[in-house]
Nanobody, 127 residues
Framework: QARLVEYGGGLVQAGNSLRLSCTANGRPFTNYAMAWFRQSPGKERDLVAAISWSGENTYYTDSVKGRFAISRNRADDTVYLQMNTLKAEDTAIYYC????????????????????WGQGTQVTVSS
């Protein structure tokens, strides 16, 4: 069965950068939008960034615009999240997720659209 695996989490000081990656093991995620979510203790799992199957369309939550960048390599089914100028409030478990889509639109996707999830990787930003 296909699954998603995240890499790249860790402890970093505020202002620094991290890059997360997510690979799809088991089968290619053709026609799937990919996204990164995050969840802090006691809070909901929220969408951080999403990217269409083609890679042409992206979505970012307001708090990360200008600091984070999502990208994907369809050749090897890998999705990346480049996180720059990290802040303490970015501390969370980050999850990779996939949603089957028939369009390239990603701005309207919600958590319920994502049917495949990784186990998550911890990102801790020290202030």
């Amino acid at each position: 069965q296909a699954r998603l695996v995240e890499y790249g989490g860790g402890l970093v000081q505020a202002g620094n950068s991290l890059r997360l990656s997510c690979t799809a093991n088991g089968r290619p995620f053709t026609n799937y939008a990919m996204a990164w979510f995050r969840q802090s203790p006691g809070k909901e799992r929220d969408l951080v960034a999403a990217i269409s199957w083609s890679g042409e369309n992206t979505y970012y939550t307001d708090s990360v615009k200008g600091r984070f960048a999502i990208s994907r390599n369809r050749a090897d089914d890998t999705v990346y999240l480049q996180m720059n100028t990290l802040k303490a409030e970015d501390t969370a478990i980050y999850y990779c997720a996939a949603a089957y889509t028939t369009t390239q639109a990603v701005s309207g996707l919600t958590k319920g659209d994502f049917t495949s999830w990784g186990q998550g990787t911890q990102v801790t930003v020290s202030s």
